[in-house]
């Protein structure tokens, strides 16, 4: 393979507008030269490739910026013709967007790589892996796109489909917004408003990868608002490694956004905006004004502040740059200041020098706010991170305060108070039980209902019916207030089913990805979370048993579900496989109601037998 170096350096002055596809020739590539035996038998290497008749597997790990990127990447993909699927076997190179926060997540990533080589498959890395350990040795023999340089994904697809190696690490400016999209959802658009951040925890080893604050202008993310909600979005989430600290580095702050985005939401409700993770230090001179905002109909009333510790020694060895008493002032204050407001929090269980005390400080805050959503984690040392270098607390002894911190936490019942409920809520996912539809309320509180797909991307009201400590279920009330338009119901099977998941994780998976705010919260690691207890939630269903008629119905919608097209995932999807097993849950739901039919036939046999028997005494 041949070694192509920064392509961007190769091109600089070249003077082509971000997110456009530069000519080939402008791009310095060492041409593939054959081997003597191959020039002997007066054979080419390899067939001449068509630019944009490929097939392209993109994985992503890590944070919903992560996933945002992802989606630019194979939008551009996308329009340029490449054909996206999501069986890596069908690719002809594969993607992947990779995750720095924990060594688990860059395990799984480097096991990837080791699959994709052995199956001998062309292969580009991007991410916040190869951008903050540039030289790392899984990375050897393969492509590399940083992570400012997404809007350059067709020339390195290009160029690595040829054989060659392509590096692209440093930029000047930020990637636009305007680049083709293939969103995993179609209702949910994951807005960057910056990148980077202005914080150094010691522990953080994303800030490596991503920088130092870089945000984007008001101007700009008002247009892509108005751009998203004209395409039918529903939910905007604002993402960034930390969305306090938004304009600090442009001479403007998060209130003056926020004021002008909710100023482009429809007044009728029908799209609502998600204030991404904060940490504490860059909105206490601005808590009056975020109140407000998150007192806004079209704004959820929740927020994402990690604290990570109870303990202020702690705090200080983490370079948090707030204490304990600052975090108090920010959550008191919101949720003295907005109705129904919902936290969440992020710690880190045994970081370097905690002792029993700082722990259980930590433990008595979280005892004390019981906090709906707490991501907890174990401290994993980064690489080249001060915190590394820390004298380390025992891991029997960190796994023993998670376990202590997390049994604590289950302990809460944060929902009870909403049985007997009615609620607004805004439908946007599909549970991956193929049953229920997950909505969220004003606070963001996860609901999960029955109902058509028909549903998806409107509102409606609820009655809440039961609550479970990870989820409550609900009744709908009334018809969609919002109802789908035509655009909506065209495409209603394009929309990707999604996990049930808690809003902290989506949160971890957006936000805390790779960030000095909450490097540790990232769900890209299959592990299991304190704060996702999704099997756990469908098990506890309705506290006391399901109806058979709502069983019943619950199957049927289930099957409807079935009967639908897979997901598309692209502009240009790669054509499906028809298997065998498309109804195959279908056939199972209607062989169970057969045993139960027949079981009942058999027991009214039973007692007429046993009845004549009785009576012939």
């Not at 909600?229 to 600290?245: F, P, Q, R």
């Not at 060895?317 to 707030?322: D, F, G």
């Amino acid at each position: 393979m041949d070694f192509v170096g920064d392509i961007e350096d190769a091109v600089a002055g070249l003077g082509a507008p971000p997110g456009l596809r530069l000519p080939i020739n402008a791009v310095a590539v060492k041409p593939k030269r054959s081997s003597r035996a191959d020039r002997v038998r007066g054979q080419p290497l390899s067939t001449p490739l068509v630019p944009g008749t490929q097939t392209i597997y993109v994985k992503t790990f890590g944070c919903s910026h992560n996933q945002s990127d992802s989606e630019y990447m194979a939008g551009q993909l996308s329009a340029f013709g490449y054909s996206l699927t999501d069986e890596p076997d069908e690719a002809d190179l594969w993607l992947i967007n990779t995750c720095t926060v924990k060594s688990p997540s860059q395990s799984a990533m480097t096991t990837l790589i080791s699959k994709c080589k052995s199956a001998k498959k062309p292969l580009v890395v991007a991410g916040c892996v190869p951008q903050g350990s540039k030289d790392l040795k899984e990375l050897e023999g393969v492509s590399v796109i940083g992570v400012q340089q997404i809007d350059r994904v067709v020339e390195v697809v290009e160029e690595t489909l040829k054989g060659h190696e392509v590096r692209l690490y440093s930029r000047r400016t930020l990637p636009s917004l305007d680049l083709p999209k293939v969103r995993k959802n179609k209702f949910i658009e994951i807005l960057p408003i910056n990148v980077g951040c202005l914080g150094a925890c010691t522990y953080c080893k994303t800030k490596h990868a991503r920088g130092h604050l870089g945000s984007y202008t008001i101007d700009s993310l008002v247009d892509r608002v108005r751009t998203v909600v004209s395409e039918g979005v529903k939910e905007i989430w604002l993402s960034s490694e930390d969305t306090g600290a938004y304009g600090r580095d442009i001479g403007t702050n998060l209130p003056n956004l926020l004021n002008a985005l909710i100023k482009e939401l429809p007044s009728d409700r029908s799209t609502m905006l998600r204030i991404g993770m904060t940490n504490p230090p860059f909105i206490l001179e601005h808590l009056k004004e975020i109140a407000d905002v998150l007192n806004h109909p079209c704004v959820y009333s929740f927020l994402h502040v990690p604290v990570q510790s109870g303990s202020d020694p702690v705090l200080t060895a983490m370079n948090r740059e707030y204490t304990v008493k600052d975090f108090r002032k920010v959550v008191d204050t919101l949720m003295e200041l907005v109705p129904g407001m919902q936290i969440a929090t992020d710690i880190i269980c045994g970081f370097p020098g905690e002792t029993e005390e700082d722990f259980a400080q930590t433990v008595s805050l979280i005892k004390e706010y019981q906090f709906p959503q707490v991501h907890i984690s174990q401290f994993y040392p980064r690489p080249g991170t001060p915190a590394a270098r820390m004298k380390k607390v025992p891991s029997i002894e960190v796994k023993k305060r998670s376990r202590e911190l997390t049994t604590v936490f289950e302990s809460f019942s944060p929902y009870l108070e909403m049985k007997g409920c009615k609620e607004k809520i805004w439908v946007t996912e599909i549970a991956t039980d193929g049953i229920h539809l997950v909505g969220h309320t004003k606070g963001y509180i996860q609901v999960l209902v029955i109902a058509p797909e028909s549903m998806l991307g409107t509102s409606t009201d609820v009655k809440i019916t039961s609550v479970g400590r990870w989820s409550v279920f609900g009744e709908i009330l009334d018809e969609p207030s919002l109802q789908p338009n035509k655009e909506t119901t065209r495409n209603i099977s394009k929309i990707n089913t999604v996990k049930v998941s808690s809003p902290i994780d989506e949160l971890c998976n957006e936000d805390a990805s790779c960030c000095t705010n909450t490097c540790t919260s990232c769900a890209c690691l299959n592990e299991k979370n304190s704060s996702v207890k999704t099997k756990e939630a469908l098990d506890d269903r309705y506290e006391g048993g399901v109806k058979f008629a709502h069983t019943i119905q619950s199957l049927f919608f289930r099957r409807k579900r079935l009967d639908k097209s897979s997901v598309e995932k692209s502009a240009k999807p790669v054509a499906e496989k028809t298997g065998h097993n498309k109804h195959k849950l279908a056939y199972l739901d209607w062989f169970l109601f057969g045993i139960i039919f027949l079981g009942s036939v058999i027991i009214v046999a039973v007692l007429i037998e046993f009845s004549s028997v009785l009576f012939s005494f």
